[in-house]
């Protein structure tokens, strides 16, 4: 089996070294796909996430785990896949928004967010843009963090949450199965 991670937003491919490596010595091949937010357009990024789905495919069965915006970028590739890419097996969400984030809305307004996380910043903040990357065609796992902050006059305003994201903006109900993971 091969497995491929993209990292989220203001990360990279080392974030998930831990993983990584417990998945290759269980047998799984692995790689990583690397991007840079600051430099590129979210359509460019997924261009090339979609060449690189398409090559790996043709070695075999693959899976796919993005991290945050690693799958909303998964998600939008998958879309673009010509109809004879062989199919992934299974992708997995590993706290990857699917509704619009609220903290790139409430981020949206600060220059240094802006300029850090350009077009994938904006996407992440756009209810229209956000919507238009429907669900995938595969079977998908949301695994989504429940130990985030908890006040109810915070960020998440007493939502579920895991310091960044909110259940509610993780779940959707074409979610094969969504685990829930107190962290």
Avoid at 46 to 68: F, N
Wanted: charged share 15%; glycine share 12%.
């Amino acid at each position: 089996m091969q497995i491929l991670f993209v990292h989220g937003m203001g990360r990279t491919s080392a974030s998930a070294w831990w993983m990584l490596r417990q998945l290759q010595q269980a047998g799984h091949g692995t790689a990583v796909f690397n991007y840079a937010v600051s430099l590129q357009r979210f359509d460019a990024i997924t261009r090339r996430l979609s060449e690189k789905i398409q090559h790996m495919g043709l070695s075999g069965d693959l899976v796919l785990v993005g991290h945050s915006l690693g799958g909303v970028l998964l998600r939008a590739a998958l879309q673009s896949l010509p109809s004879q890419t062989p199919a992934p097996r299974h992708l997995f969400l590993l706290g990857s928004p699917i509704q619009p984030s609220g903290m790139a809305q409430r981020l949206s307004r600060n220059p240094l967010f802006r300029l850090a996380t350009t077009d994938c910043g904006a996407l992440l903040g756009s209810a229209g843009r956000m919507a238009a990357i429907g669900p995938p065609t595969v079977r998908t796992t949301g695994i989504a963090g429940t130990k985030g902050l908890d006040h109810a006059r915070g960020p998440f305003a007493g939502e579920v949450n895991d310091g960044v994201v909110t259940l509610a903006e993780v779940s959707a109900p074409w979610l094969t199965d969504q685990v829930l993971v107190p962290v």
